[in-house]
């Protein structure tokens, strides 16, 4: 992509963050984060935001679509992960993953999706997970939020696709970071054994995928989920 203004989520660190770097080169990209911190560019506006708090997401994403209405692509990216069996979770480690995972990019999209039909142009990405399909314990609230963007994605693309907005879900199998960390610790051999690849995502793949939802030609490329990883 080349010249487009670019909203992410979670990019303080993470993929969010090497997400926005790669972006960076070469268009204009507000990243959205609890620290408010991250990439230091001149292309870059690092905008803080608690993404659990209805009110203060709206503040934020309208403020952003007031300064830049040109916005046309929108990585819904950020997300939390508390991998327990569910008798063993809190019920506010479930409460804290569904409203980063699933309600924060549903009211996100909502506000974000109004200036692009206005503009009669607009790309949207999810980033959801291999993880429903995987079904692994512990991952029971996570991976319902993330097969619940997914399918969320899947029908606001046929409610935009009229006004010439895509929307498209890129599941990630496993990508090196602190989530994945937090599952796998020191062992990231116990993740390779469930991708069909036997490999983690890299961000070139990553990058790839966005590109391929994003690109100039992708208008009747909408509602699909591309897995990494050969799930």
Same mark, same amino acid.
Request: net charge neutral; proline share 3%; charged share 20%.
């Given at each position: ?32 984060? +609890?620290? &408010?911190?991250? %990439?230091?560019?001149? /292309?870059?506006?690092?905008?803080? !935001?608690?993404?659990? @708090? ?65 503009? +009669?142009? &607009?790309?949207? %990405?999810?980033?959801? /997970?291999?993880?429903?399909?995987? !079904?692994?314990?512990? @991952? ?92």
């Amino acid at each position: 992509m080349k010249g487009r203004t670019i909203l992410v989520t979670g990019g303080s660190r993470g993929l969010g963050r090497q997400i926005v770097e790669r972006l960076a080169a070469e268009n204009t990209v507000i990243a959205i984060s +609890r620290s &408010g911190e991250g %990439v230091t560019a001149d /292309s870059v506006v690092n905008l803080p !935001c608690d993404l659990t @708090d209805p009110a203060g997401l709206a503040a934020c994403v309208d403020e952003a679509c007031r300064r830049w209405p040109e916005i046309n692509v929108l990585i819904n990216n950020a997300a939390v992960l508390a991998s327990r069996p569910i008798v063993m979770m809190s019920d506010a480690d479930i409460m804290h993953q569904v409203e980063t995972n699933l309600l924060a990019p549903m009211l996100l999209t909502k506000r974000v999706l109004r200036t692009m039909m206005r503009r +009669r142009w &607009g790309r949207i %990405v999810n980033i959801v /997970s291999m993880s429903a399909k995987l !079904c692994k314990p512990g @991952d029971s609230v996570y991976a319902a939020t993330k097969a619940g963007l997914e399918v969320f994605g899947k029908i606001v693309n046929v409610e935009a696709h009229s006004y010439g907005v895509t929307v498209n879900n890129l599941a990630i199998s496993a990508s090196p970071s602190g989530m994945l960390e937090q599952i796998v610790h020191d062992n990231s051999d116990k993740i390779r054994t469930l991708i069909p690849h036997g490999r983690l995502a890299d961000l070139d793949g990553i990058m790839a995928g966005i590109e391929f939802f994003c690109a100039e030609g992708s208008a009747d490329i909408g509602g699909q989920t591309v897995f990494l990883g050969g799930v």
